[in-house]
């Protein structure tokens, strides 16, 4: 009989690691300050991808990561090119047999409008995380190198396929198209308003409390191809507030604008100067959407004025972001008209 424990543990099939490629693209989580002691000033996107991955040693437990540097900006920047070519990206290494899953490093400012993207556009079931820090990587109690270990443990998951795109940040796990960053400082920065988490990641652990209902990824028949080939449809945000005016959207028309995004206020209701503008820029063939600036609810259709009557198509529980994400793409795929843009808001 063979007692020695090593014996035994040497014959136990060697543990078969996830290949998990890590895109970088910048943000605070790749940020660099003169001082340990500041977390406020710092520049984003400075630190490469091999320094993000050093600073992590236990990854190399959890994954075989292959690394690769999409880009080094400040999110606030974050361009339609570069999300034309990070979605290409994403589709490139995921139709491998060599690559199981995706984490993307990337600023908070505008993390919420990439994964939702992601998550319309991606053609595939297997994981894409998105991880951010809220501190960057030089300071004290940095959060980035966690929320790095935390978004591989999520993605190297069999538990993640098929969830659509995922966020992994300070121990939760997201839906991309639920999530929202909610503060300007703390490194609990992002919640799902309404719904709430799909669940948490803490010490290589990973739990999924509920699973995302709405089509994504490979069932929204929406891809990148349409904005890839012929450019990205000009879409606009417009808020509501005391006072407002049409100074704005006449403006947009002026310039060609397809779509307008209304930040009503309230259940996306808004001025009524800004409502007038907005009912002549649909006479002239421009996709009107109305979301609210409150930050968490629904803004919903309304079978008499102004939607129905005008022609406006609400967002549902999308914020004016997300929502002028969900219209650039149903645009560029061609969809027209306010009920075929509506079926749109009311699927995803
Ligand atoms: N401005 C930074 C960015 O979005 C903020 C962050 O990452 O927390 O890139």
């Known amino acids: 009989m063979n007692t020695s424990s090593s014996s035994s543990f040497s014959s136990a099939p060697p543990r ?27 520049q984003a996107g400075v630190v490469g991808v091999a320094q993000l991955l050093a600073a992590v040693p236990a990854l190399s437990t ?37 690559v199981d899953g995706i984490v993307i490093t990337h600023g908070t400012d505008t993390l919420e409008e990439t994964a939702y993207l992601l998550h319309l556009t991606v053609q595939s079931t297997k994981p894409v995380v998105l991880t951010a ?48 960053k909610t503060s300007t400082f703390a490194v609990d920065a992002f919640h799902s308003p309404e719904v709430g988490a799909l669940g948490w990641v803490q010490d290589e652990r990973v739990e999924f409390l509920r699973g995302v209902l709405r089509p994504h990824t490979v069932s929204t028949g929406l891809t990148i191809e349409p904005v890839a080939a012929d450019g990205w449809p000009m879409v606009e945000i417009v808020a509501s507030y005391a006072g407002a005016t049409r100074l704005q959207v006449d403006a947009l028309v002026q310039a060609g604008v397809r779509g ?17 503008a907005l009912a002549d820029a649909l006479a002239r063939g421009v996709a009107v959407v109305r979301a609210s600036r409150v930050g968490s609810g629904h803004v919903m259709h309304n079978g008499a004025a102004p939607d129905d009557a005008l022609g406006f198509v609400t967002a549902n529980s999308l ?11 149903a ?18």
């Open 133 to 180: 820090a809220m501190r960057p990587s030089t300071a004290l109690s940095a959060d980035g190198p966690l929320n790095l270990l935390n978004a591989v443990s999520v993605a190297a998951n069999r538990a993640a396929h098929g969830q659509g795109v995922l966020v992994a940040f300070n121990n939760r796990i997201h839906s991309a198209r639920d999530v929202v």
């Open 319 to 329: 914020n004016p972001y997300k929502a002028r994400v969900l219209l650039m793409l």
């Open 62 to 98: 959890l994954a075989n990561i292959h690394a690769e540097q999409v880009a080094s900006i400040d999110s606030k920047d974050m361009s339609l090119a570069l999300w034309t070519t990070l979605v290409q990206r994403v589709n490139a290494l995921l139709a491998t047999d060599a």
């Open 331 to 348: 645009l560029a795929a061609g969809h027209a008209g306010p009920a075929e843009l509506q079926r749109a808001f009311d699927l995803f």
């Open 16 to 42: 078969v690691l996830s290949r998990i490629a890590v895109l970088a693209t910048g943000g605070t989580i790749a940020g660099s300050a003169h001082d340990a002691t500041r977390t406020a000033g710092y």
């Open 260 to 276: 307008i995004v209304v930040a009503g206020t309230g259940n996306g209701s808004m001025h009524v100067s800004l409502q007038q």
